[in-house]
């Protein structure tokens, strides 16, 4: 009898370690452990534990949706432990403990919300399974990459299993030109569900093979029918694979009379000091004698960080660097700050030869806490604005486009760089290179290694070049391949000058959008009815 309750009670407690821990090894895939190639293998413990479930009727079973806010927990909680880079906030004149407790605030609530994505997820796969080995891998899939879809739609998101892959697996990121981020999800997610059914079948069938059989009888599940499984997850890896290394190996065409040499500047101006008048000297200094050095050097173009001279634009004329501008007459990317009303945004501003600001681009994904209050009528009285100016930040207006004198180019400014339909709509009309503006500086390397990961994706789903320019690294540029032709070291300044190739090209991506998404959908729905 204790026996028994023993078992009964030591269950639920297996299934939750085993869920926690293969979330953790999901969550060692990225910077800064880098274990892409878990991946493969790590939701498929989570999988198993599921069609466990589902064939018990033991009320002791831990329920889905406990086991899979598991697993989310542990996927986010490691992937996204670059969050506590931001303690302490006294760059913000937030003190220590208070700065202690938003951290800790933050590292909860983006671990649970991880959590609660893969628990949604759970939930429905074992309230939609049928019993059908197939049938669960496409309703796995499908599911899993609608609620990417839905959760990157929101103001919060960053870590798509498609940039576990990345920088590391080039080849696969290709798969990205196709349908986005999601063909690269939809390929891992179906891969472990496989591997997943494959054992979960030969441990049945194993069972089967220790019972007592007459001598008559044959075993109720074919060999070909377990080890298919197997064979798709194997014909799966390798065709992905190989179309994805069919489009790598695609030719840039690199045609001189396209070809555009752009600068950047990575001015390393501590986040403590950024606003106040020494930092603001610094990056005065940093950047004017960075440009001209960078013009020196025949420059076409020159890109700045998010918020690299941290004032108002209608500022800018007055300042040493606008100066230089006018001097030499190159164009300058210029990370600053807008208005809009009583409120501001943060902006990259076009300012050619003249000193005239000719276009802006405001951003549009902010940050929680760090650039804006969630629900500030309950919290703002709690938490005390973040904000380096007096004023509220507020984002800018979805599908922007940003002209400049060498045509159409997609931005993204710092956090956006996760958001992939930005990227698309950009370039779908018309933009024909990217250009990163970030400010990583509060975090830690892991986090700007992740966001040099995000924008690698982009290039790649865009076909474009891409140029990062960051206050402290890793400013890089990129190719469409998803090369990385230059990085920067960390925590340095830094000036350095690539020649880039505008392309006017579109992937089907870019055309048609996520339309692996629909086609999912469809399949999904026919195969729960049908089957």
């Known amino acids: 009898m204790l026996k028994l309750r023993h078992q009964k009670i030591s269950i639920p407690i297996i299934y939750y370690t085993l869920s926690l821990l293969s979330g953790i090894f999901m969550g060692t895939t990225v910077a800064p452990i880098g274990a892409w190639f878990l991946a493969w293998v790590s939701l498929a413990t989570l999988w198993i ?4 479930i589902t064939l018990k009727t033991d009320k002791n079973y831990p329920s889905a949706p406990v086991l899979g806010f598991i697993w989310g927990i542990g996927y986010h909680g490691v992937a996204l432990s670059w969050i506590t880079g931001i303690h302490p906030m006294d760059w913000l004149g937030v003190p220590w403990l208070p700065s202690l407790t938003i951290t800790l605030f933050c590292w909860a609530f983006i671990s649970l919300w991880g959590g609660i994505f893969v628990s949604v997820w759970a939930a429905l796969m074992v309230r939609l399974d ?5 049938l669960r891998v496409l309703i796995g899939t499908t599911l899993w990459c609608s609620l990417e879809s839905l959760w990157s739609a929101g103001p919060l998101w960053w870590s798509s299993l498609a940039y576990t892959q990345s920088p ?18 939809a390929v891992i997610v179906a891969f472990n569900g496989f591997i997943a059914e494959y054992l979960t079948q030969r441990r049945e069938d194993a069972k089967e093979e220790r019972k007592p059989h007459p001598k008559t009888s044959v075993s109720s599940v074919p060999l070909w029918f377990v080890n298919s499984h197997l064979i798709l997850a194997t014909t799966l890896l390798i065709t992905s694979h190989f179309i994805g290394l069919i489009l790598y190996s695609n030719p840039l065409n690199l045609t001189p009379n396209t070809a555009l040499k752009i600068g950047i500047i990575q001015g390393n101006i501590p986040n403590k000091i950024k606003v106040l008048p020494q930092g603001f000297h610094l990056a005065m200094t940093a950047y004017t004698q960075g440009y001209l050095n960078l013009t020196n050097q025949g420059v076409q173009a020159v890109l700045t960080p998010e918020s690299s001279i941290p004032i108002f634009a209608r500022d800018l004329p007055q300042t040493p660097l606008l100066a230089a501008i006018r001097e030499r007459g190159v164009i300058a ?3 600053a700050f807008g208005e809009q009303g009583s409120s501001y945004t943060n902006s990259l501003f076009t300012v050619i030869n003249n000193g005239e600001i000719t276009s802006r681009y405001d951003k549009s994904k902010l940050v929680p806490l760090g650039e804006y209050i969630p629900f500030e009528n309950i919290l703002g009285g709690i938490v005390q604005r973040l904000s380096p100016l007096e004023a509220h930040q507020v984002p800018g207006q979805v599908n922007q486009i940003f002209d400049t004198p060498f045509g159409k180019v997609i931005i993204g400014i710092c956090y956006e760089s996760a958001f992939t339909e930005n990227f698309r709509y950009q370039a779908a009309m ?13 975090y830690t390397p892991a986090m700007a290694n992740q966001h040099h990961a995000q924008d690698i994706m982009r290039a790649i789903e865009t076909d474009k070049w891409a140029v990062r320019a960051t ?12 090369e990385t032709l230059w990085k920067s070291g960390y925590n340095t300044y830094e000036t350095h000058a690539e020649t880039i190739y505008p392309r006017q090209t579109q992937t089907l991506y870019v055309r048609w959008g996520d339309w692996l998404m629909i086609v999912l959908l469809i399949l999904g729905f026919l195969g729960w009815v049908f089957l």
Do not use: E
Not at 435 to 441: E, F, P, R, T, V
Not at 471 to 481: D, E, K, R
């Open 168 to 185: 590391y697996n080039l080849v696969i990121l290709h798969l990205g030109q196709l349908s986005g981020s999601n063909t690269v999800t």
């Open 49 to 52: 534990l599921l069609i466990k």
């Open 333 to 335: 990317w210029i990370g």
């Open 471 to 482: 206050n402290t690294g890793y400013s890089a540029f990129i190719n469409p391949h998803g």
């Open 130 to 134: 049928r019993g059908n080995p197939y």
């Open 430 to 442: 018309g933009g024909q290179f990217i250009l990163s503006s970030s400010n990583d500086a509060h």
